[in-house]
Protein backbone atom coordinates (compact mmCIF):
# COMPACT_ATOMS: atom_id res chain seq x y z
CA UNK A 1 0.00 0.00 0.00
CA UNK A 2 2.69 2.23 0.96
CA UNK A 3 4.78 1.29 -1.79
CA UNK A 4 1.89 2.40 -3.77
CA UNK A 5 1.61 5.65 -2.87
CA UNK A 6 5.73 6.00 -2.69
CA UNK A 7 5.54 5.36 -6.37
CA UNK A 8 3.02 7.21 -7.59
CA UNK A 9 4.68 10.39 -5.43
CA UNK A 10 7.89 9.74 -7.37
CA UNK A 11 6.37 9.28 -10.73
CA UNK A 12 4.50 12.51 -10.17
CA UNK A 13 8.06 14.10 -9.08
CA UNK A 14 9.84 12.61 -11.99
CA UNK A 15 6.85 13.73 -14.29
CA UNK A 16 7.58 17.70 -12.85
CA UNK A 17 11.78 17.64 -12.55
CA UNK A 18 11.92 19.31 -15.69
CA UNK A 19 9.54 22.16 -14.79
CA UNK A 20 11.35 22.42 -11.49
CA UNK A 21 15.05 21.75 -13.05
CA UNK A 22 14.59 24.49 -15.77
CA UNK A 23 13.55 27.00 -13.05
CA UNK A 24 15.87 30.70 -12.86
CA UNK A 25 18.21 31.10 -9.80
CA UNK A 26 15.44 34.17 -9.04
CA UNK A 27 12.61 31.70 -8.87
CA UNK A 28 14.97 29.27 -6.63
CA UNK A 29 15.72 32.14 -4.24
CA UNK A 30 11.86 32.63 -3.84
CA UNK A 31 12.33 29.01 -2.36
CA UNK A 32 14.48 29.79 -0.41
CA UNK A 33 12.92 32.91 0.85
CA UNK A 34 9.55 30.88 1.96
CA UNK A 35 11.57 28.29 3.28
CA UNK A 36 13.65 31.10 5.41
CA UNK A 37 10.30 33.08 6.83
CA UNK A 38 8.93 30.28 7.78
CA UNK A 39 11.47 29.00 9.91
CA UNK A 40 13.17 32.21 10.86
CA UNK A 41 9.34 33.74 11.92
CA UNK A 42 6.42 31.50 11.26
CA UNK A 43 7.07 28.21 13.07
CA UNK A 44 10.31 29.23 15.12
CA UNK A 45 8.54 28.40 18.18
CA UNK A 46 6.64 25.81 16.81
CA UNK A 47 10.73 24.43 16.18
CA UNK A 48 11.54 25.23 19.33
CA UNK A 49 9.11 23.78 21.29
CA UNK A 50 9.02 20.61 19.01
CA UNK A 51 12.50 19.91 19.90
CA UNK A 52 12.15 20.09 23.52
CA UNK A 53 9.34 17.95 23.44
CA UNK A 54 11.58 15.63 21.54
CA UNK A 55 14.45 15.75 23.94
CA UNK A 56 14.02 18.21 26.21
CA UNK A 57 16.63 20.36 23.88
CA UNK A 58 16.99 23.91 25.70
CA UNK A 59 15.46 26.68 23.69
CA UNK A 60 18.82 28.98 23.24
CA UNK A 61 20.71 25.61 22.18
CA UNK A 62 17.54 25.04 19.37
CA UNK A 63 18.57 28.47 18.23
CA UNK A 64 22.49 27.98 18.36
CA UNK A 65 22.56 24.65 16.73
CA UNK A 66 19.22 24.12 14.50
CA UNK A 67 17.72 27.61 13.57
CA UNK A 68 20.70 29.58 13.25
CA UNK A 69 22.76 27.01 10.66
CA UNK A 70 20.34 26.94 8.51
CA UNK A 71 19.49 30.66 8.74
CA UNK A 72 23.17 31.10 7.77
CA UNK A 73 23.19 28.36 4.70
CA UNK A 74 20.04 29.84 3.52
CA UNK A 75 21.68 33.23 2.83
CA UNK A 76 24.84 31.71 1.82
CA UNK A 77 23.16 29.73 -1.15
CA UNK A 78 21.37 32.60 -2.24
CA UNK A 79 23.76 35.07 -2.14
CA UNK A 80 26.20 32.79 -4.37
CA UNK A 81 23.04 30.78 -6.77
CA UNK A 82 23.42 33.20 -9.25
CA UNK A 83 27.18 32.49 -9.85
CA UNK A 84 27.00 28.87 -9.89
CA UNK A 85 24.24 28.09 -12.11
CA UNK A 86 26.45 30.19 -14.67
CA UNK A 87 28.24 28.23 -17.52
CA UNK A 88 31.73 27.58 -16.23
CA UNK A 89 33.60 28.13 -19.01
CA UNK A 90 37.05 26.05 -19.95
CA UNK A 91 39.56 26.02 -22.45
CA UNK A 92 39.88 23.79 -25.10
CA UNK A 93 42.65 22.43 -26.40
CA UNK A 94 44.24 23.67 -29.73
CA UNK A 95 43.87 20.67 -31.20
CA UNK A 96 39.93 20.85 -31.36
CA UNK A 97 40.38 24.77 -33.08
CA UNK A 98 37.14 26.43 -33.56
CA UNK A 99 35.39 24.94 -30.72
CA UNK A 100 34.28 26.35 -27.37
CA UNK A 101 33.44 24.45 -23.73
CA UNK A 102 31.74 24.63 -20.93
CA UNK A 103 29.97 23.04 -18.12
CA UNK A 104 27.03 23.68 -16.23
CA UNK A 105 25.68 22.13 -12.81
CA UNK A 106 22.13 20.60 -14.01
CA UNK A 107 19.96 18.85 -11.62
CA UNK A 108 19.80 15.30 -10.87
CA UNK A 109 16.29 15.03 -10.47
CA UNK A 110 14.26 12.95 -8.03
CA UNK A 111 15.99 13.25 -4.79
CA UNK A 112 15.85 11.30 -1.44
CA UNK A 113 17.18 12.79 1.84
CA UNK A 114 16.81 10.67 4.67
CA UNK A 115 18.12 11.82 7.90
CA UNK A 116 18.49 11.34 11.77
CA UNK A 117 17.18 12.58 14.90
CA UNK A 118 19.73 14.24 16.43
CA UNK A 119 20.23 17.69 14.96
CA UNK A 120 16.24 16.83 13.41
CA UNK A 121 15.60 20.10 11.85
CA UNK A 122 19.22 21.05 10.59
CA UNK A 123 20.07 17.62 9.37
CA UNK A 124 16.90 17.58 6.90
CA UNK A 125 16.76 21.17 5.94
CA UNK A 126 20.47 21.67 5.63
CA UNK A 127 20.56 19.27 2.46
CA UNK A 128 17.25 20.53 0.84
CA UNK A 129 18.64 23.82 1.08
CA UNK A 130 21.21 22.54 -1.22
CA UNK A 131 18.80 20.52 -4.04
CA UNK A 132 16.33 23.23 -4.05
CA UNK A 133 19.29 25.49 -4.98
CA UNK A 134 20.15 22.78 -7.87
CA UNK A 135 16.84 22.23 -9.21
CA UNK A 136 15.57 19.01 -7.67
CA UNK A 137 12.21 17.89 -6.47
CA UNK A 138 12.87 16.29 -3.13
CA UNK A 139 11.41 13.33 -0.97
CA UNK A 140 12.48 13.88 3.17
CA UNK A 141 12.56 10.91 5.27
CA UNK A 142 13.31 12.46 8.70
CA UNK A 143 14.01 10.21 11.71
CA UNK A 144 11.27 8.30 13.30
CA UNK A 145 12.80 9.42 16.64
CA UNK A 146 12.24 12.88 16.76
CA UNK A 147 8.39 12.79 16.23
CA UNK A 148 7.56 15.96 17.22
CA UNK A 149 9.92 17.66 14.74
CA UNK A 150 9.05 15.67 11.91
CA UNK A 151 5.79 16.84 12.10
CA UNK A 152 6.70 20.49 12.23
CA UNK A 153 8.52 19.93 9.66
CA UNK A 154 6.21 18.21 7.28
CA UNK A 155 3.44 21.37 8.16
CA UNK A 156 6.32 23.78 6.75
CA UNK A 157 6.93 21.85 3.32
CA UNK A 158 3.10 20.95 2.98
CA UNK A 159 2.22 24.48 3.11
CA UNK A 160 5.47 26.03 0.98
CA UNK A 161 5.44 22.98 -1.65
CA UNK A 162 3.60 21.21 -4.03
CA UNK A 163 4.06 17.33 -3.59
CA UNK A 164 4.94 16.68 -6.64
CA UNK A 165 7.85 19.36 -6.22
CA UNK A 166 8.81 18.43 -2.55
CA UNK A 167 7.21 16.08 0.09
CA UNK A 168 7.89 14.79 3.44
CA UNK A 169 6.80 11.24 4.73
CA UNK A 170 7.59 9.85 7.96
CA UNK A 171 7.94 6.71 9.08
CA UNK A 172 10.42 3.65 10.84
CA UNK A 173 12.58 1.22 8.54
CA UNK A 174 9.91 0.20 6.58
CA UNK A 175 9.51 3.40 4.87
CA UNK A 176 13.10 3.61 3.88
CA UNK A 177 13.37 0.58 3.00
CA UNK A 178 10.07 0.82 0.75
CA UNK A 179 11.69 4.37 -0.80
CA UNK A 180 14.96 2.52 -1.59
CA UNK A 181 13.46 0.32 -3.55
CA UNK A 182 13.11 3.56 -5.94
CA UNK A 183 15.04 4.20 -8.88
CA UNK A 184 16.12 7.91 -7.32
CA UNK A 185 18.37 10.08 -9.33
CA UNK A 186 20.34 10.68 -5.77
CA UNK A 187 19.97 10.26 -2.35
CA UNK A 188 21.26 11.64 0.46
CA UNK A 189 21.88 10.19 3.84
CA UNK A 190 22.43 11.33 7.17
CA UNK A 191 23.25 8.50 9.99
CA UNK A 192 25.10 5.59 11.09
CA UNK A 193 27.43 3.67 8.79
CA UNK A 194 25.78 0.22 9.62
CA UNK A 195 22.70 2.09 7.77
CA UNK A 196 25.29 3.80 5.25
CA UNK A 197 25.94 0.86 3.74
CA UNK A 198 22.51 -0.54 3.89
CA UNK A 199 21.48 2.35 1.58
CA UNK A 200 24.71 2.18 -0.59
CA UNK A 201 23.60 -0.96 -1.67
CA UNK A 202 20.33 -0.01 -2.17
CA UNK A 203 21.28 2.53 -4.48
CA UNK A 204 23.71 0.30 -6.37
CA UNK A 205 20.62 -1.70 -7.72
CA UNK A 206 19.59 1.62 -9.45
CA UNK A 207 23.28 2.88 -9.81
CA UNK A 208 22.09 6.19 -7.43
CA UNK A 209 24.63 8.48 -6.42
CA UNK A 210 24.82 8.44 -3.07
CA UNK A 211 26.24 11.05 -0.33
CA UNK A 212 26.69 9.36 2.92
CA UNK A 213 27.24 11.80 6.09
CA UNK A 214 27.92 9.28 8.93
CA UNK A 215 29.54 9.10 12.34
CA UNK A 216 31.69 7.20 13.88
CA UNK A 217 34.36 8.09 16.88
CA UNK A 218 35.93 11.72 16.40
CA UNK A 219 39.73 11.65 18.56
CA UNK A 220 40.84 14.75 19.95
CA UNK A 221 44.30 15.18 21.10
CA UNK A 222 45.50 17.45 23.87
CA UNK A 223 49.69 17.87 23.58
CA UNK A 224 51.70 19.21 26.53
CA UNK A 225 51.75 22.65 25.06
CA UNK A 226 47.95 23.28 25.29
CA UNK A 227 46.17 25.80 26.77
CA UNK A 228 44.42 23.47 29.14
CA UNK A 229 41.93 25.99 30.26
CA UNK A 230 40.81 26.95 27.01
CA UNK A 231 40.65 23.22 25.58
CA UNK A 232 38.47 22.33 29.33
CA UNK A 233 36.23 25.18 27.80
CA UNK A 234 35.85 24.24 24.60
CA UNK A 235 35.85 20.53 25.01
CA UNK A 236 33.27 20.72 27.55
CA UNK A 237 30.78 22.84 25.52
CA UNK A 238 31.75 20.49 22.25
CA UNK A 239 31.02 17.14 23.66
CA UNK A 240 27.79 17.94 26.34
CA UNK A 241 26.30 20.36 23.68
CA UNK A 242 22.82 18.50 22.27
CA UNK A 243 23.41 16.14 24.94
CA UNK A 244 26.77 14.95 23.22
CA UNK A 245 24.79 13.22 20.86
CA UNK A 246 26.30 15.40 18.16
CA UNK A 247 28.37 13.10 15.28
CA UNK A 248 31.49 15.44 15.10
CA UNK A 249 31.10 15.76 19.53
CA UNK A 250 34.58 15.00 20.55
CA UNK A 251 34.18 11.00 20.74
CA UNK A 252 37.05 10.62 23.28
CA UNK A 253 40.37 12.37 24.39
CA UNK A 254 44.10 11.53 23.85
CA UNK A 255 46.36 13.19 26.15
CA UNK A 256 49.82 13.69 27.07
CA UNK A 257 49.93 11.97 30.15
CA UNK A 258 52.08 14.62 31.85
CA UNK A 259 49.30 17.47 31.56
CA UNK A 260 46.48 15.01 32.34
CA UNK A 261 45.77 15.61 35.61
CA UNK A 262 45.70 19.43 35.58
CA UNK A 263 43.45 19.22 32.65
CA UNK A 264 40.79 17.33 34.59
CA UNK A 265 40.85 20.03 37.31
CA UNK A 266 39.77 22.66 34.68
CA UNK A 267 37.65 20.10 32.97
CA UNK A 268 35.80 19.75 36.15
CA UNK A 269 35.74 23.44 36.98
CA UNK A 270 34.14 24.34 33.56
CA UNK A 271 31.19 21.85 33.75
CA UNK A 272 30.23 22.97 37.43
CA UNK A 273 30.04 26.07 35.73
CA UNK A 274 27.97 25.56 32.58
CA UNK A 275 25.66 23.12 33.98
CA UNK A 276 26.10 23.30 38.09
CA UNK A 277 26.41 21.26 40.86
CA UNK A 278 23.83 18.57 39.84
CA UNK A 279 23.31 18.70 35.75
CA UNK A 280 19.80 17.28 36.21
CA UNK A 281 18.93 20.37 37.50
CA UNK A 282 20.11 22.57 35.16
CA UNK A 283 18.01 24.23 32.30
CA UNK A 284 20.97 24.18 29.97
CA UNK A 285 21.72 20.49 29.68
CA UNK A 286 19.11 18.36 27.41
CA UNK A 287 18.63 14.58 27.49
CA UNK A 288 19.28 11.39 25.91
CA UNK A 289 16.71 11.04 23.12
CA UNK A 290 14.86 7.91 23.99
CA UNK A 291 15.17 4.93 26.43
CA UNK A 292 16.75 2.27 23.92
CA UNK A 293 20.09 4.87 24.10
CA UNK A 294 19.86 5.79 27.80
CA UNK A 295 20.29 1.85 28.16
CA UNK A 296 22.75 1.82 25.63
CA UNK A 297 24.52 4.56 27.47
CA UNK A 298 23.88 3.38 30.88
CA UNK A 299 25.41 -0.17 29.80
CA UNK A 300 28.84 2.00 28.68
CA UNK A 301 28.74 2.93 32.56
CA UNK A 302 28.10 -0.16 33.81
CA UNK A 303 30.80 -1.54 30.67
CA UNK A 304 33.45 0.46 32.64
CA UNK A 305 32.87 -0.29 36.29
CA UNK A 306 33.87 -4.00 35.31
CA UNK A 307 36.96 -3.21 34.18
CA UNK A 308 37.93 -1.07 37.36
CA UNK A 309 38.04 2.22 34.97
CA UNK A 310 38.15 5.46 36.91
CA UNK A 311 35.09 7.45 36.95
CA UNK A 312 36.66 11.21 37.31
CA UNK A 313 33.46 12.95 36.81
CA UNK A 314 29.45 12.47 36.41
CA UNK A 315 28.58 9.18 35.99
CA UNK A 316 24.72 9.53 38.07
CA UNK A 317 21.78 7.99 35.92
CA UNK A 318 18.40 8.81 36.14
CA UNK A 319 16.29 6.38 33.99
CA UNK A 320 12.67 8.28 34.48
CA UNK A 321 14.22 11.45 32.52
CA UNK A 322 16.92 9.40 30.43
CA UNK A 323 19.16 11.61 32.12
CA UNK A 324 22.83 10.94 32.33
CA UNK A 325 25.21 13.66 34.26
CA UNK A 326 27.77 14.55 32.28
CA UNK A 327 30.38 12.17 32.72
CA UNK A 328 34.48 11.13 32.40
CA UNK A 329 36.22 8.05 32.35
CA UNK A 330 39.44 7.27 32.25
CA UNK A 331 42.16 4.47 33.02
CA UNK A 332 39.83 2.45 30.71
CA UNK A 333 40.75 -1.16 29.75
CA UNK A 334 41.25 -1.03 25.63
CA UNK A 335 38.38 -3.57 25.61
CA UNK A 336 36.27 -1.09 26.80
CA UNK A 337 32.81 -0.52 25.11
CA UNK A 338 33.20 3.12 25.08
CA UNK A 339 36.93 2.44 23.52
CA UNK A 340 34.77 0.67 20.90
CA UNK A 341 31.82 1.62 20.12
CA UNK A 342 30.43 5.64 18.70
CA UNK A 343 29.38 7.34 22.17
CA UNK A 344 26.65 9.45 20.96
CA UNK A 345 26.31 10.67 24.62
CA UNK A 346 27.70 12.82 27.77
CA UNK A 347 30.16 10.33 28.18
CA UNK A 348 34.29 11.61 27.63
CA UNK A 349 36.75 8.68 28.06
CA UNK A 350 40.16 10.09 28.82
CA UNK A 351 43.19 7.65 27.48
CA UNK A 352 46.71 9.06 28.00
CA UNK A 353 49.67 8.73 25.55
CA UNK A 354 53.39 8.75 26.16
CA UNK A 355 54.43 10.29 23.03
CA UNK A 356 52.83 11.61 19.64
CA UNK A 357 53.43 8.48 17.63
CA UNK A 358 51.82 6.70 20.11
CA UNK A 359 48.43 8.54 19.83
CA UNK A 360 48.68 8.94 16.08
CA UNK A 361 48.96 4.90 15.57
CA UNK A 362 45.89 4.62 17.48
CA UNK A 363 44.09 6.77 15.90
CA UNK A 364 45.14 5.21 12.55
CA UNK A 365 44.47 1.72 14.12
CA UNK A 366 40.95 2.72 14.20
CA UNK A 367 38.56 3.63 11.18
CA UNK A 368 38.88 7.36 9.57
CA UNK A 369 36.80 9.84 11.61
CA UNK A 370 34.82 11.94 10.77
CA UNK A 371 36.41 14.52 12.89
CA UNK A 372 40.18 15.35 14.40
CA UNK A 373 40.47 17.79 16.73
CA UNK A 374 44.15 18.98 17.78
CA UNK A 375 45.16 21.42 21.10
CA UNK A 376 48.52 22.01 20.96
CA UNK A 377 50.61 25.45 20.52
CA UNK A 378 53.37 23.64 19.17
CA UNK A 379 52.65 24.18 15.22
CA UNK A 380 54.94 21.45 13.83
CA UNK A 381 53.22 19.21 15.82
CA UNK A 382 49.87 19.88 14.58
CA UNK A 383 50.99 19.81 11.15
CA UNK A 384 52.63 16.59 12.02
CA UNK A 385 49.12 15.47 13.20
CA UNK A 386 47.49 16.44 10.34
CA UNK A 387 49.97 14.60 7.68
CA UNK A 388 49.80 11.56 9.45
CA UNK A 389 46.08 11.50 10.19
CA UNK A 390 43.11 10.71 8.19
CA UNK A 391 39.93 12.67 8.84
CA UNK A 392 36.72 14.58 7.00
CA UNK A 393 37.61 17.23 9.33
CA UNK A 394 39.86 18.99 11.79
CA UNK A 395 39.79 21.86 14.22
CA UNK A 396 43.06 23.16 16.03
CA UNK A 397 41.87 24.43 19.39
CA UNK A 398 38.33 24.35 18.83
CA UNK A 399 35.96 21.73 18.22
CA UNK A 400 32.33 21.66 16.18
CA UNK A 401 32.85 24.90 14.63
CA UNK A 402 34.12 23.37 11.25
CA UNK A 403 30.04 22.89 10.79
CA UNK A 404 29.11 26.38 10.76
CA UNK A 405 31.84 27.55 8.06
CA UNK A 406 29.94 27.27 5.02
CA UNK A 407 33.02 27.89 2.98
CA UNK A 408 33.85 24.63 4.25
CA UNK A 409 33.25 21.22 2.79
CA UNK A 410 31.71 19.21 5.29
CA UNK A 411 31.78 15.46 5.10
CA UNK A 412 33.48 12.23 6.40
CA UNK A 413 36.04 9.84 4.30
CA UNK A 414 34.99 6.17 4.10
CA UNK A 415 33.42 4.60 7.01
CA UNK A 416 32.55 8.25 8.12
CA UNK A 417 31.24 9.38 4.83
CA UNK A 418 31.18 9.55 0.86
CA UNK A 419 30.53 13.36 -0.58
CA UNK A 420 30.63 16.88 1.21
CA UNK A 421 27.59 19.03 2.33
CA UNK A 422 27.32 22.78 2.64
CA UNK A 423 27.93 25.33 0.12
CA UNK A 424 28.74 25.27 -3.03
CA UNK A 425 29.78 21.12 -1.94
CA UNK A 426 26.22 20.51 -1.45
CA UNK A 427 25.21 22.00 -4.33
CA UNK A 428 27.31 20.23 -6.28
CA UNK A 429 26.10 17.31 -4.77
CA UNK A 430 22.74 17.33 -5.67
CA UNK A 431 24.00 18.35 -9.41
CA UNK A 432 25.64 16.92 -12.50
CA UNK A 433 28.33 18.38 -14.04
CA UNK A 434 27.31 18.30 -17.54
CA UNK A 435 29.97 19.24 -20.40
CA UNK A 436 28.96 20.65 -23.44
CA UNK A 437 31.60 20.96 -26.80
CA UNK A 438 30.08 23.60 -29.21
CA UNK A 439 32.02 23.58 -32.63
CA UNK A 440 31.80 25.88 -35.22
CA UNK A 441 30.12 25.07 -38.53
CA UNK A 442 33.60 25.86 -40.16
CA UNK A 443 36.28 23.79 -38.30
CA UNK A 444 39.36 22.02 -39.52
CA UNK A 445 38.93 19.06 -37.65
CA UNK A 446 37.03 17.33 -40.50
CA UNK A 447 40.41 17.28 -41.96
CA UNK A 448 41.17 14.12 -40.20
CA UNK A 449 37.85 12.61 -41.06
CA UNK A 450 38.34 9.21 -43.07
CA UNK A 451 39.28 7.98 -45.69
CA UNK A 452 42.75 7.98 -43.59
CA UNK A 453 45.04 8.71 -46.79
CA UNK A 454 48.13 8.26 -47.28
CA UNK A 455 48.81 12.17 -46.77
CA UNK A 456 47.29 11.94 -43.43
CA UNK A 457 48.80 9.20 -42.08
CA UNK A 458 52.07 11.16 -42.77
CA UNK A 459 51.13 14.17 -40.68
P1 LIG B 1 20.44 5.79 11.88
O1 LIG B 1 21.44 5.38 10.86
O2 LIG B 1 19.95 4.78 12.84
O3 LIG B 1 19.13 6.42 11.20
C1 LIG B 1 19.21 7.44 10.24
C2 LIG B 1 18.00 7.39 9.33
O4 LIG B 1 17.99 6.12 8.67
C3 LIG B 1 16.65 7.50 10.05
O5 LIG B 1 15.78 8.30 9.28
C4 LIG B 1 16.15 6.08 10.12
O6 LIG B 1 14.75 5.96 10.07
C5 LIG B 1 16.74 5.45 8.87
N1 LIG B 1 17.03 4.04 9.01
C6 LIG B 1 17.32 3.37 10.16
N2 LIG B 1 17.52 2.06 9.90
C7 LIG B 1 17.36 1.89 8.57
C8 LIG B 1 17.43 0.76 7.71
N3 LIG B 1 17.73 -0.45 8.15
N4 LIG B 1 17.20 0.96 6.38
C9 LIG B 1 16.93 2.19 5.91
N5 LIG B 1 16.83 3.29 6.69
C10 LIG B 1 17.03 3.14 8.01
O7 LIG B 1 21.14 7.03 12.66
P2 LIG B 1 20.58 7.87 13.88
O8 LIG B 1 20.59 7.01 15.10
O9 LIG B 1 19.33 8.56 13.50
O10 LIG B 1 21.73 8.97 13.98
C11 LIG B 1 22.93 8.73 14.64
C12 LIG B 1 24.07 8.43 13.67
O11 LIG B 1 24.12 9.41 12.65
C13 LIG B 1 25.43 8.49 14.34
O12 LIG B 1 26.27 7.48 13.82
C14 LIG B 1 25.96 9.86 13.94
O13 LIG B 1 27.35 10.00 14.01
C15 LIG B 1 25.43 9.98 12.56
N6 LIG B 1 25.33 11.36 12.14
C16 LIG B 1 26.15 11.83 11.16
C17 LIG B 1 26.09 13.16 10.80
C18 LIG B 1 26.98 13.74 9.72
O14 LIG B 1 26.69 14.83 9.27
N7 LIG B 1 28.02 13.05 9.29
C19 LIG B 1 25.19 14.02 11.42
C20 LIG B 1 24.37 13.49 12.41
C21 LIG B 1 24.43 12.17 12.76
Not at 146 to 152: D, E, G
Not at 301 to 314: C, D, F, P, S, V
Not at 401 to 407: A, G, K
Request: proline content about 5%.
Amino acid sequence: MKTNRFQSIFDAQKANQFAVGNTTYKVRIAKLNALQHAIEVDYKQAIRDAIYADFKKPFLETDLTEIYPILGEIKHVKSELKEWLKHQKVQTPLALLGSSSWYKYEPKGVCLIISPWNFPLNLTFGPLVSAIAAGNTVVLKPSELTPHTSKVMGEIIAKLFPENEITLVQGEVEVSTALLELPFNHIFFTGSPQVGKIVMKAASKHLTSVTLELGGKSPTIIDETANLKAAATRIAWGKFVNNGQTCIAPDYVLIDERVKEEFLEAFKTVVSLYYGADASQSKSYSRVVNDKHFKRLQGHIENAKQHQATIELGGQVQDSENYIAPTVISNLAEEASLLEEEIFGPILPIKTYTNIEEAINYINSKEKPLALYIYSKNKKQIQFIIDHTRAGSTCINTNVLQYSNHNLPFGGSNNSGLGKAHGIFGFQEFSNMRSVLKQHTKSGIEFLFPPYTSLKQKL
